[in-house]
């Protein structure tokens, strides 16, 4: 089991060369990602992965710099031209908040329908022209349902305590979810995959928050948001978008606290808000954690095996 740091700046804007929020992990060869930011279709092929060896997408919630490349991966990653996808590929992620305007036609089943009429003439062309299978039914998109039991809602208590749920199980990985609080944004989720070599968490967007302990417990591997609220103060920016800075992401001490309660034994800073340098953000997370540290660049490979691999014959 590996975990691929394709892209790891926040969006949506560009301020520098790094490409924007995916993270692959790879299972015995077969592989998932978490978000489709800017760059990931290049970023994936650079790291060898075949779209006919992706088994699932996971988006941790509808930000633009989290779902813009979405289309592009599929469009080029999509068909035996291209060592592509050819057969269904589930794709999870928030449905809508139904106290929004519009719900009914947002969240993720709705905009990779949208997604995929905006494409129709090309997927029909190449379809028809190169003997692709039809993109429309190999992405399989669906809403994640909250537990039943979970009383949540943007308006009130958007993470309350809750266990984490199941999302996604094959015969390689289990996949489990949990809210995080990534203010307005509602619902906004981290995932944690499980395997017989061991388990790594995924953050997504949240400030620092008791739920982001609770999925993180007992994992082999934590990568986690982090923001540089300096760099923003220093910016002419409005006042709502460093509110937003503030309460919607978490500062490298707050990163260092959540490791340190649960436990996980090495942690990864990916999706980096700022442009502080690699030592500063380390410094941050070292204020409150005492374990390895690392700062994601792209293209980075982080190994987990618990286990010996059994031998391939």
Not at 110 to 133: K, N, W
Not at 249 to 271: I, Q
Not at 283 to 307: L, Y
């Amino acid at each position: 089991m590996s975990v691929l740091t394709l892209g790891t700046a926040a969006g949506p804007a560009i301020r520098g060369p790094h490409p924007g929020m995916a993270t692959a992990v790879v299972v015995d060869g077969d592989f998932y990602l978490v978000d489709f930011g800017l760059g990931v279709t290049r970023a994936a092929h650079s790291a060898g992965l075949r779209g006919e060896d992706l088994r699932a997408g996971f988006i941790t919630h509808l930000h633009s710099d989290h779902v813009a490349e979405l289309p592009g991966y599929f469009l080029w990653n999509w068909g035996r031209p291209v060592n592509g996808v050819s057969a269904p590929v589930p794709v999870f992620g928030p449905g809508a908040d139904p106290q929004a305007a519009g719900a009914q036609d947002s969240g993720t089943a709705a905009m990779v329908d949208h997604l995929l009429e905006a494409f129709s003439y090309d997927i029909r062309i190449r379809v028809h022209d190169e003997g692709r299978p039809d993109l429309r039914g190999l992405i399989v998109a669906a809403d994640i349902p909250l537990p039943g039991p979970v009383a949540a809602a943007a308006s009130g208590n958007s993470t309350p305590a809750m266990e984490p749920f199941l999302v996604f199980e094959d015969d390689a990985v289990r996949v489990t979810a949990i809210l995080v609080e990534h203010p307005p944004v509602f619902p906004a989720f981290a995932f944690r995959f499980d395997s017989r070599y061991g388990s790594v968490v995924i953050s997504g967007d949240t400030t620092e928050c008791s739920n982001m302990v609770t999925l993180s417990t007992g994992a082999d591997l934590l990568i986690h948001e982090a923001v540089d609220l300096e760099y923003f103060a220093g910016l002419d920016m409005a006042p709502e978008f460093l509110n937003h800075q503030q309460i919607s992401h978490t500062t490298p001490p707050g990163v260092g606290r959540v490791a340190a309660k649960a436990g996980v034994p090495h942690v990864v800073l990916s999706h980096l808000a700022g442009l502080a340098t690699d030592e500063e953000w380390e410094a941050g997370v070292r204020t409150e954690f005492a374990g390895t540290v690392t700062v994601a660049a792209p293209g980075d490979r982080f190994e987990i095996s618990r286990v010996p691999a059994l031998p391939v014959h």
